[in-house]
């Protein structure tokens, strides 16, 4: 069973950066993909960002791409997203995300999730 803990949310002003950190357990983790997804009061959950096994696909979703870093380090069991240029709409929970598949879409639903950390953005 995968475990995943997510780090690093905080408040912070408009135009500020942000680093979240995930670490893993439970699997061998440099064979998962994972994910970054948010979700906003009231809203519904929405990807972020994703990293293959190998590090060699990533992907974004447009509202990020240039401000947000998804990285890993498979030595720490860890991945990373940096968050930079921070907009009062980025406020939400973030969570971690894993799945063991390698297949498909980094955009499919994944199998394991952390419990979130709050990243707040104020104006």
């Known amino acids: 069973q995968v475990q995943l803990i997510e780090s690093g949310g905080g408040l912070v002003q408009a135009g500020g950066s942000l680093r979240l950190s995930c670490a893993a357990s439970?699997?061998?983790?440099?064979?998962?993909?994972m994910s970054w997804v948010r979700q906003a009061p009231e809203k519904e959950r929405e990807f972020v960002a994703a990293?293959?096994?190998?590090?060699?696909?990533?992907i974004y979703v447009d509202s990020v791409k240039g401000r947000f870093t998804i990285s890993r380090d498979n030595a720490k069991n860890t991945v990373y997203l940096q968050m930079n240029s921070l907009k009062p709409e980025d406020t939400a929970v973030y969570y971690c995300?894993?799945?063991?598949?390698?297949?498909?879409?980094?955009?499919?639903?994944?199998?394991?999730w952390g419990q979130g950390t709050q990243v707040t953005v104020s104006s």
């Open positions: 995300a894993a799945d063991p598949s390698r297949t498909g879409s980094l955009r499919r639903p994944y199998s394991f």
């Open positions: 439970g699997f061998t983790f440099g064979n998962l993909d």
């Open positions: 990293i293959s096994w190998s590090g060699d696909r990533i």
